[in-house]
């Protein structure tokens, strides 16, 4: 079975950047559609981006977009996002997904989790 680790978060200040990994093993990756959520206190997760099996096409959450970017190597069965442009806003906990679909979208068979890592962003 597909087993997702993230890693990469932590503390921040606005302004500032961080990448996020995302590990997969157990299967290869790119038998997946694969994605960042998020989470914050108290609120349901919600989806942040999407890429697809190949690493081509991706689909962004609007208030990412510019910001943040999603790639994926798959040399090492790991994707990435990287977070720029921080802002208090962006405080959650991050979560690698993932879907053996071909749909890039915030709904659907998202079966597949990490335990998540933290991003808190100070003013």
């Known amino acids: 079975q597909l087993q997702l680790v993230e890693s990469g978060g932590g503390l921040a200040q606005a302004g500032d950047s961080l990448r996020l990994s995302c590990a997969a093993s157990?299967?290869?990756?790119?038998?997946?559609?694969m994605g960042w959520f998020l989470q914050a206190p108290g609120k349901e997760r919600e989806f942040v981006v999407g890429?697809?099996?190949?690493?081509?096409?991706?689909k962004y959450a609007d208030s990412v977009k510019g910001r943040f970017r999603i790639f994926r190597d798959n040399t090492k069965n790991t994707i990435y996002l990287q977070m720029n442009s921080l802002q208090p806003e962006d405080t959650a906990v991050y979560y690698c997904?993932?879907?053996?679909?071909?749909?890039?979208?915030?709904?659907?068979?998202?079966?597949?989790w990490g335990q998540g890592t933290q991003v808190t962003v100070s003013s």
């Open positions: 997904g993932a879907r053996d679909d071909y749909v890039i979208d915030e709904n659907g068979p998202w079966g597949y």
């Open positions: 157990g299967r290869t990756a790119t038998n997946y559609i």
């Open positions: 890429i697809g099996r190949s690493g081509v096409a991706t």
